[in-house]
């Protein structure tokens, strides 16, 4: 039986308004065979349109790679287009070694590799002309919990790894960083859960909560 591959049926397009909307540009988003996983769009000191996000090539629920492009504001295609894929260090970093070995195993077997479950949280301007994007794995599952005689279920909300993408003023894919954390919380706006985030024109700094555990042990445990 064929498996179902999600296909993308929509255009991406930013739009800017101009003279209290009575100027109307509109700049094409094309990234070509993948589809946007997740876009986030901000304008730079040159009052260029800076749009990067995650892509994937096989589910919307997963994670492939990023794209960047880069717009003057007077022109509807990019001046700058690129589309990277995550290396293999990028899927296996801070995993447990049984999943490293899965991951290499299918590698081996020429089938495809995606992080799950990633969501674009922050898309940040560097001084250089780069850009940094931050991204969270963030899912919902549902247990059945047995108690004396009866049973229920109970959503929890998770949100695990942290994923740092470092591209250029090129759109290279300059390095990536995954920080190890698992959170869950049977509360949908569960208030310790995820991060924030600060950046600075040398330091990228995030906090969160975690398990004191997980400083040391890469096997994350809940906090």
């Known amino acids: 039986m064929e498996q179902f591959k999600w296909k993308q049926n929509f255009q991406q397009k930013i739009f800017s308004l101009y003279n209290q909307g009575e100027i109307v540009r509109e700049y094409n988003v094309d990234i070509g065979e993948p589809f946007f996983n997740a876009v986030s769009i901000k304008i730079n000191e040159r009052e260029q349109i800076i749009c990067a996000g995650l892509y994937s090539r096989k589910s919307r629920h997963s994670v492939d790679g990023f794209f960047y492009c880069m717009y003057d504001s007077t022109l509807s295609s990019p001046l700058i287009k690129s589309v990277k894929e995550f290396k293999m260090e990028t899927l296996t970093e801070a995993e447990?070694?049984?999943?490293?070995?899965?991951?290499?195993?299918?590698?081996?077997?020429?089938?495809?590799?995606?992080?799950?479950?990633?969501?674009l949280k922050s898309l940040e301007l560097n001084k250089d002309g780069g850009c940094t994007l931050i991204a969270e794995q963030e899912y919902v599952e549902t247990r059945i919990v047995?108690?004396?005689?009866?049973?229920?279920?109970?959503?929890?909300?998770?949100?695990?790894?942290?994923?740092?993408?470092?591209?250029?003023?090129?759109?290279?894919?300059?390095?990536?960083?995954?920080?190890?954390?698992?959170?869950e919380s049977s509360y949908y706006m569960g208030h310790y859960?995820?991060?924030?985030?600060?950046?600075?024109?040398?330091?990228?700094?995030?906090?969160?909560n975690d398990h004191k555990g997980n400083t040391l042990n890469p096997k994350r445990k809940s906090n």
């Open 146 to 183: 047995y108690y004396g005689i009866g049973v229920t279920s109970v959503r929890y909300y998770c949100n695990d790894d942290i994923l740092v993408i470092k591209g250029d003023s090129l759109g290279n894919l300059s390095w990536t960083a995954k920080i190890p954390k698992k959170q």
């Open 96 to 119: 447990i070694e049984r999943k490293q070995n899965r991951i290499k195993r299918r590698e081996e077997k020429g089938k495809e590799n995606e992080m799950p479950e990633y969501k």
């Open 193 to 208: 859960s995820s991060f924030c985030s600060l950046a600075s024109d040398s330091a990228l700094y995030i906090i969160y």
